[in-house]
Nanobody, 119 residues
Framework: VQLQASGGGLVQPGGSLRLSCAAA?????????MGWYRRAPGKQRELVAE???????SYADSVKGRFTISRDSAKNTVYLQMSSLQAEDTAVYYC?????????????WGQGTQVTVSS
């Protein structure tokens, strides 16, 4: 299952961005969980937000109330709406999808999209 992420860019503090990540494959698959991670310079990768097949969501404490994860099941796409962005949100953001396909479970990563918050 391949993931295509988009939506990163340069934004001023207090601004907003929306990231998208679409999953596609030549064979059938079912998604169990979709998530967004980020890696800031000099820091370890951290889980930002995730959403499961039932629609339940969870967020890192640092983004609660500012970021919203959502999904379009028909399009196999996950979104991350980011608001009130801060310099500390600057990072490469990666989407991650886990699920099942003929032959067993899978886990895939997107290529990463840069988010830079700066004035």
């Amino acid at each position: 299952v391949q993931l295509q992420a988009s939506g990163g860019g340069l934004v001023q503090p207090g601004g907003s961005l929306r990231l998208s990540c679409a999953a596609a494959s030549g064979s059938p698959f079912n998604i169990r969980r979709m998530g967004w991670y980020r890696r800031a310079p000099g820091k370890q990768r951290e889980l930002v937000a995730e959403i499961n097949s039932g629609g339940s969501t969870s967020y890192a404490d640092s983004v609660k109330g500012r970021f919203t994860i959502s999904r379009d099941s028909a399009k196999n796409t996950v979104y991350l709406q980011m608001s009130s962005l801060q310099a500390e949100d600057t990072a490469v953001y990666y989407c991650n999808v886990e699920g099942w396909r003929p032959g067993g479970p899978f886990g895939s990563w997107g290529q990463g999209t840069q988010v830079t918050v700066s004035s």
